[in-house]
Antibody, heavy 116, light 107 residues
Framework: QVQLVQSGSELKKPGSTVKVSCKASGYTFTSHSLNWVRQAPGQGLQWMGWINTDTGSPAYAQGFTGRFVFSLDTSVSTTYLQISGLKAEDTAVYYC?????????WGRGALVTVSS | YVLTQPPSVSVAPAETARITCGGNNIGSKSVHWYQQRPGQAPVLVISYNSDRPSGIPERFSGSNFGNTATLTISRVEAGDEADYYCQVWDTDTSHYFFGTGTKVTVL
């Protein structure tokens, strides 16, 4: 079955670090780039950037540089989003989505809540 | 690159809903549309302006000319109630942009 399975919800304190995973199955992992999309509570979709699953090269959207890191482990067909120095405004659902044109496959999302 | 959508569209069952996505010369770009039901991940409903992915009903169609792209939902059903987002790739900034989103309410 073609799918992206994301890790579960996280509750983190301000200033800490979180790592969200996205495991692909049912297709050739290195044939499609993977994107990260943020959705804050009650808000719209915001593209964070993407990672080339063949080369491992990431590209970050404006506003998502510095504290945000995309990485890969091709041996387990998984991409990761790490956010350091968490702030309250990072509270959101983080989606991974497959695609280099349209986003034809999405994970269910991982809720990250930042609260003291 | 700013993509502007109406915040909400209300439509009666069996009628037609039209959701616009405005952007500077958007007609020169490829536009994709996503449906997001409450509590769920987005789903691609129209790609490359007017292509329907497998499994998407024929009731969903798209067009893109000039400064406006349009998603049209014909014979609206209760299950179409959702938020809809347009998306483009901007070659100048190498950046994807999503529209502001439109909530479709079925009366």
């Amino acid at each position: 079955q073609v799918q992206l399975v994301q890790s579960g919800s996280e509750l983190k304190k301000p200033g800490s670090t979180v790592k969200v995973s996205c495991k692909a199955s049912g297709y050739t992992f290195t044939s499609h780039s993977l994107n990260w999309v943020r959705q804050a509570p009650g808000q719209g979709l915001q593209w964070m950037g993407w990672i080339n699953t063949d080369t491992g090269s990431p590209a970050y959207a404006q506003g998502f540089t510095g504290r945000f890191v995309f990485s890969l482990d091709t041996s387990v067909s998984t991409t990761y989003l790490q956010i350091s120095g968490l702030k309250a405004e990072d509270t959101a659902v983080y989606y991974c989505a497959r695609g280099g044109g349209n986003f034809d496959l999405w994970g269910r999302g991982a809720l990250v809540t930042v609260s003291s | 690159y700013v993509l502007t959508q109406p915040p909400s569209v209300s439509v009666a069952p069996a009628e037609t809903a039209r959701i616009t996505c405005g952007g500077n010369n958007i007609g020169s770009k490829s536009v994709h549309w996503y449906q997001q039901r409450p509590g769920q991940a987005p789903v691609l409903v129209i790609s490359y302006n007017s292509d329907r992915p497998s499994g998407i009903p024929e009731r969903f169609s798209g067009s893109n000319f000039g400064n406006t792209a349009t998603l049209t939902i014909s014979r609206v059903e209760a299950g179409d109630e959702a938020d809809y987002y347009c998306q483009v790739w901007d070659t100048d900034t190498s950046h994807y942009f999503f529209g502001t989103g439109t909530k479709v309410t079925v009366l």
